[in-house]
Every structure is written in structure tokens, then in C-alpha cells.
């Protein structure tokens, strides 16, 4: 079991910031209109919503560097899965370390985002 | 709704680390069989493995602070927690960066624990 999942897991998170990293525009196929996004505190509902948050993000580019990467099944056949890693957005240097939790439906023979919580740690 | 989520998800927050600072021991009646906690990357099932993993972690004393919190409704009235905190154990200067997930079960008026994803950032 925690072989399969860390590997659905896995498929995911690379799935996802490859797509965020190279046009976080596609990404909307992930979502549903029941979706949620808590994005440093402010919620946000639906793929429209969601959409339009993250494409206005204040950066041109990003990059996600996975550093660790958690994954549990939920109930009836969903997955939580808990990332931390670190993202640099355009030209500064020094990268921001950040977590994010992803709840995951199955459907069909792929899974969509039911909560994506997001924060950076500015510690 | 986010109101009240909010608050049931403080309260657990609040209860759960007062209580981890104060007796780790007492934990106990969060958790369930099925229960499961990720530690560090360390998979653990069941309320007799999940006590005994946290009242033989290695220091003495230890406070939690709670920087941010975030939650989000599941399915079936379960809730999603993400907590982001510092922590410093027994004489320790340096309080270290964690981040911990929590999906609770409603079960009358309270609820259990049935994911738990605790990291340490050690960026």
C-alpha cells in the first residue's frame, strides 16, 4: 500500500509543479468547481477562482524543488499528501521554503484536487 | 462556515499541543486504531504505536507555538488542518520550524484524528 501511494503521490507532485513551473494556466484540468485553494490564508473556491489567483501571482517565472514529500490514504480511496520544499521566482536568489497539502479524489484512472493548502514559511 | 471551521480547528490545535506540552501521554484518546501518523517521514498506525512513537521521542520538555493555521472542510464534516509553528525542546536556544497536517473525523460532539503529517523544516 504506502509503496503504491507514495508513488501516486509522487506522480502528482511532479505532475503538478511541472505544470505550475512551466504554465500554471494548465493546471485548471486538476481542479473542480468544489475545489478549494487556502493560499497564504486567503480562500479561494473553483477552478475559475483558483485559476485566477494562481495566474496572477506576482512572478513571471517559478521554481519548485520538492525537499520532502508525505502521503497517507484518506477515505474511500483519496490521498493526502504533504509536501515541503523550496520555490525561487524570477531573478532572486535565495529561494523561499514552502509547504503545501494536497487532498486527492480518485476518478477514473486519475485523481483531481479537493484542498490545496499553501504557505510559505517565513520563519 | 469558515468561521466556524476556523474555531473547531483552533480548538483542536490548542487542545492538542497543550496537551503534547503537557503530558504527550494523554494523547491517547485523539487518536483511533486506524489512525495513522507520518513522523518524519516515519509511517505509524494505531493509537498503542502513534503513543508509543510520541512519548519515546528524545527530549524532556517541549512548547509549541503556532505561527499559522489553516482549515478547510473534507467530506462528510471531516476537516483539514495545517499548522505551520516553531517548537523548542527542553534547554534548547534555538526553536526549529515544523509544519504538521491534521484530518479530523467528526464523532458526536468531538473529533478523532485520522491523518497526521508532522514535519520538521529544516531548510
Known amino acids: 500500500m504506502a509503496t503504491d501511494l507514495a508513488a501516486v503521490g ?5 505532475y503538478y509543479y511541472q505544470t505550475f513551473d512551466g504554465n500554471r494556466a494548465n493546471l485548471g484540468p486538476l481542479y473542480r468547481d468544489f475545489s478549494m485553494l487556502t493560499f497564504e490564508g486567503a480562500p479561494i473556491q473553483g477552478t475559475t477562482n483558483i485559476l ?4 496572477s501571482l506576482p512572478f513571471q517565472t ?8 508525505d502521503v497517507q490514504p484518506s477515505t474511500d480511496g483519496k490521498i493526502l499528501v504533504l509536501v515541503t520544499g523550496m520555490l525561487k521566482v524570477d531573478d532572486s ?4 521554503a514552502y509547504n503545501q497539502v494536497f487532498h486527492l479524489v480518485p476518478e477514473g484512472t486519475t485523481y483531481f484536487v479537493l484542498n490545496d493548502i499553501f504557505r510559505l514559511n517565513l520563519a
Open 10 to 14: 509522487k506522480q502528482f507532485a511532479d
Open 62 to 69: 517559478v521554481k519548485h524543488m520538492v525537499s520532502t514529500m
Open 52 to 55: 485566477e489567483k494562481l495566474t
Open 93 to 96: 536568489p535565495n529561494p523561499l
